[in-house]
């Protein structure tokens, strides 16, 4: 397999240079041959490359600079909006108002969000994926102008490195994978999977900044806490019901 | 970007022969490497290689032959076990116990599953999504014991192939892409883009089969029903509460 799987980093500067739309064509492409449940492509691509749209997207994104910087951003939708209007026209009566067809078609869509980020790398591409699209999924609708049944699941900004920051550490292998029964951690095994990640000078630094004690506090008390967590799944939820899909 | 990308489909038929456990560990290594929420990597991938394991979890798998004849079968798993236990050890309190958290935790271990399969494809393996992941994730996870904090989201076969089917259809890039805003179907565009699906030699087949009239009634009546989509979501949210995630 091509090394970039093993080399790549997450790209948030760009290259003042635009994406050619032959290039960004074949990779769409690429991602519509992505696997997709029983062949119903339930989703959807926005594709911006209009500056004035990146600036009404970008307090969606927290106003994060790559979205007005980047030459291409694309919003990858679960949708069953199409579907259902074709079932509609053809004598057949939809039924994918629920939450299991919610989440068929957002893992519809993101196979082929990632494949798409895949194939760019693959083309010296950087991409960067914002976890905005979740929390901020109301705003993205009204932008997009995404009808009932069309929900974000995940945005990609996408453009040519400005830079290659230094790739990121990842935990041992074992961290992740289980072979035949998941093997669940004895504090000891923790220590020793985290051990590295800890001791590294970013860690200490990021430790130090934000006047924790510990990496994991830095997590639970500063980046991801548990009041904006509950209030972006209420957000979201409402969202999704909102959209059409109900439970 | 490789061919693999344009040529792929899904192989549901495999070679009686292994996959090179360095091979393995390989695809593994570069799924790691995918985009992940904060570099918090919470998901997990079992790997299941044994008989008797398939065996176990064909039921779950509404015994698809795949899962018994594939070498290696991945179930992918939305993972805040490990995460939330490195925190208690590390005197962090997390509050992933939500509905955002379980969805960020999904789109991870997605991202890790797409590019492992892409990776696999460019190595000329052939993978299967199996949608019965979600719909049977209470009897996945209690064959495969994971703990709370840990929801399977999809399951791949992976395997040489043994045939090489038809490629099939896609439908036409305007029907997924939309540049700038979302552009609304109208009827006799949903005829346009349907079209030439519809007038497939399979897809006529297909409908005479099951004693339909439209292809769209293939779907909604035998395919994917109402009453089953319903029942899964149920069972779904069931299981992802029952796991640690309320809402």
């Known amino acids: 397999m091509n090394s970039t799987y093993f080399t790549r980093r997450t790209i948030r500067k760009y290259a003042q240079r635009d994406i050619d739309s032959d290039l960004l064509e074949r990779l769409l492409t690429a991602g519509t041959r992505a696997s997709t449940t029983g062949n119903m492509q339930i989703y959807s691509i926005i594709v911006t490359r209009d500056q004035e749209m990146k600036k009404r997207l970008a307090p969606a994104h927290f106003n994060q600079p790559m979205v007005t910087e980047a030459p291409v951003m694309l919003t990858f939708c679960a949708d069953f909006n199409r579907f259902n209007l074709w079932c509609r026209q053809r004598e057949a009566e939809p039924g994918y108002d629920n939450f299991m067809s919610f989440m068929t078609a957002a893992i519809d869509s993101l196979l082929a969000a990632q494949t798409i980020c895949n194939a760019a790398e693959e083309e010296g591409l950087g991409i960067c994926y914002l976890g905005t699209a979740t929390y901020n999924a109301d705003r993205i609708i009204e932008v997009l102008e995404l009808p009932l049944g069309v929900v974000p699941v ?16 990842r935990l ?6 289980h072979y035949e029964k998941y093997h669940d951690f004895t504090p000891d095994l923790i220590d020793s999977l985290y051990r590295e990640k800890e001791a590294r000078t970013d860690s200490q630094q990021f430790i130090a900044a934000n006047g924790k004690e510990t990496l994991a506090q830095v997590f639970t008390d500063v980046r991801y806490k548990k009041a904006d967590n509950e209030y972006f799944s209420g957000k979201f939820l409402e969202v999704i019901r909102r959209q059409g899909f109900t439970f």
Chains 1, 2 share one sequence.
Do not use: K, Y
């Open 172 to 177: 041992p292998l074992e961290a992740v994978v």
């Open 154 to 169: 995940a945005t990609v900004t996408l453009g040519w490195p400005a830079q290659v920051p230094e790739q990121p550490d």
